[in-house]
């Protein structure tokens, strides 16, 4: 998973809240979460994505995807949405 495919990506949305609302909601097909993260805020949203067997992508860093997504601070979190 690169982060060109976050950049790319022109439906997506950044940060747990949106992501974990965006999953209960059905509207993502996959995620992609920063290696640097906090993990103990994603498990919530690490388990739904599971259990609604939507693909998991990791990258090395949230500086970087935070910039992938266009926006100037660090992000944890991606999910590409349907």
């Known amino acids: 998973m690169s982060y060109d495919k976050v950049a790319q990506a022109a439906n997506k949305v950044v940060g747990t809240k949106q992501t974990l609302k965006a ?5 993502v097909k996959e995620l992609i979460v920063a290696d640097d993260a906090d993990r103990h805020v994603l498990t919530k949203v690490m ?3 599971e259990d609604k067997g939507v693909a998991i992508h990791t990258v090395d860093s ?3 995807l935070g910039k ?3 926006i100037d601070v660090n992000a ?3 999910a590409i949405k349907k």
């Open 23 to 27: 999953l209960e909601n059905e509207q």
């Open 47 to 49: 388990v739904l994505a």
């Open 62 to 64: 949230m500086k970087k």
């Open 68 to 70: 992938a997504c266009g």
């Open 76 to 78: 944890a979190i991606v």
